[in-house]
């Protein structure tokens, strides 16, 4: 091996490990911290089956939950994020800007405050319907040929036009159902249960383990369509399979926390950033989400004047970096 490929093996190695310990940290941190701070040694004695009085139910029944969500929601979202930027070639084809996170919120806020549904159903209806919406933006790209181009401006339209409709179903909400809404709509932690967070768990280890096995595959899509058939990529099976896995990993993650804003949209660039561009940022975009999320749950509940959802703070650094990347975009003389 090289001295330049070892050297960018140990950055990329070094990467995974500093997001990895960071995310175990947060995790940790979000356990501890709540109305009651609880030291570490009461938090592991809770884990592992003891019961203490008041820390048994605060750990177990709400902080857990939303750790679980908050780190696999995290994963979910910096993978989704990874695949639509690879796949598309494009840093602005993320699921937030795209439409597909918006068809998950539609579906969700029409549930909640127009057919009164709680419970399981919620999550239920919002993935299917998240499934259904990116088969449509899918197919009206693949017309005459996929492409790339067509497929990110058809998104940008179907969120403009879910945009729409959620603004007109909050329109006819009652007050307390808005407030609900609302809190949800900003991927807000706070009412994470443990049957979404396992099931977003369950659906983020498969999703990377079936992603990884396709990261090869991908790099070659980097280099162009024509160069990827060439070295034996098949392009034709591929995109539709990883634009599907993609598109499951933000549906149950949004029917899970909401649409926590632009950590789809950050979690690659980070990644890419930091662990440069010699091996599949795939691992590197994960951890980058997990900890956006964790850290943005932080800040907003400690560390403001007021308590904020996760969504909140991530949307404020998604607003200049989109800013930032137009701006790019358009001294480059490119097209998005």
Not at 10 to 32: D, E, Q
Not at 271 to 279: D, F, P, T
Request: net charge positive; with cysteine.
């Amino acid at each position: 091996m090289s001295p330049d490929a070892a050297r960018r093996r140990r950055r990329w190695n070094t990467a995974v490990i500093v997001t990895a310990v960071l995310t175990v940290l947060l995790a940790g941190a979000m356990l501890c911290c709540g109305n009651t701070f609880y030291g570490p040694a009461v938090v592991f004695r809770v884990l592992r089956g003891e019961m203490i009085s008041s820390a048994s139910y605060a750990i177990l029944q709400l902080r857990l939950p939303r750790m679980l969500g908050a780190v696999f929601s995290g994963m979910a979202f910096g993978m989704a994020g990874f695949v639509f930027q690879t796949v598309l070639r494009n840093p602005l084809a993320s699921p937030d800007v795209i439409g597909i996170s918006t068809s998950t919120s539609a579906a969700a806020v029409f549930c909640i405050s127009v057919l009164g549904l709680q419970g399981i159903v919620v999550p239920a209806v919002s993935v299917v319907t998240g499934l259904c919406v990116s088969l449509i933006i899918y197919l009206l790209a693949a017309r005459n040929g996929f492409s790339h181009a067509r497929m990110i401006l058809i998104g940008i339209g179907v969120q403009a036009m879910l945009g729409a409709v959620i603004s007109w179903v909050l329109s006819r909400t009652s007050e307390y159902d808005v407030a609900n809404t609302m809190r949800w709509m900003n991927g807000s932690l706070t009412n994470a249960r443990m049957q979404e967070s396992l099931t977003v768990m369950a659906v983020a280890v498969l999703g990377a383990v079936f992603l990884f096995s396709r990261r090869e595959a991908m790099r070659l899509i980097e280099l162009g369509d024509a160069y990827a058939e060439t070295l034996g990529g098949n392009i034709r099976r591929l995109y539709p399979q990883v634009i599907a896995a993609a598109v499951l990993l933000v549906a149950f993650a949004t029917a899970a926390v909401g649409p926590v804003s632009s950590v789809s949209f950050l979690a690659g660039p980070i990644a890419s950033r930091i662990s440069g561009r010699s091996r599949s940022t795939l691992i590197p975009s994960a951890l980058a989400g997990a900890v956006l999320v964790l850290a943005a749950d932080l800040i907003g509940q400690f560390l403001m004047p007021a308590r904020y959802p996760a969504g909140v703070i991530t949307g404020l650094l998604g607003g200049p970096y989109l800013l930032y990347l137009l701006v790019t975009i358009n001294r480059k003389g490119e097209t998005a």
